[in-house]
């Protein structure tokens, strides 16, 4: 079973919620690093909980859900060994995975129809990485 890191800010706990609900069928683990409730917190704080953990191999991948995603995306990319991906269709989602070997997907619950956004989770967590001459540039990211 593929294990996925899942954590959200108040603005993207909804679709946190709904991503585990639909997807835990499909042979995926969530694991919920947070937050549980609406009250308002700071998304960097849970990028960086979430990163940690995707960088000490606790789970396959991680996926941060914000109100745009960019705040999540810009925080997640400041870790060493994250390649964190705003994907806002599937073309961007299967992209990420399969050129840029993202381990991390991020989402803006505020910009995504719910719909959507369970078909670019189901999308990336499903694209394998093409490896190859993207393999040579991935390794061009690393710090």
């Excluded at 609900?21 to 917190?41: M, Q």
Aim: with cysteine; aromatic share 6%.
């Amino acid at each position: 079973m593929t294990k996925v890191l899942i954590a959200a800010d108040h603005g993207g706990i909804s679709l946190k919620k709904q991503l585990i609900s639909e997807l835990s069928h499909l042979n995926f683990e969530f694991i919920d690093l947070g937050t549980h409730d609406e009250k308002s917190v700071d998304y960097p704080d849970y990028a960086k909980k979430l990163c940690q953990e995707v960088i000490n191999k606790k789970a396959d991948y991680g996926i941060l859900i914000c109100g745009s995603g960019q705040g999540m995306a810009m925080s997640a990319n400041r870790h060493k060994n994250i390649r964190a991906a705003l994907c806002w269709d599937i073309p961007s989602a299967k992209l990420s995975r399969e050129h840029n070997n993202a381990n991390v997907l991020c989402l803006g619950a505020r910009l995504i129809p719910f719909g959507l956004a369970i078909e670019i989770a189901r999308t990336w967590l499903s694209t394998p990485f093409a490896g190859g001459r993207h393999k040579l540039r991935t390794e061009k990211m690393e710090c």
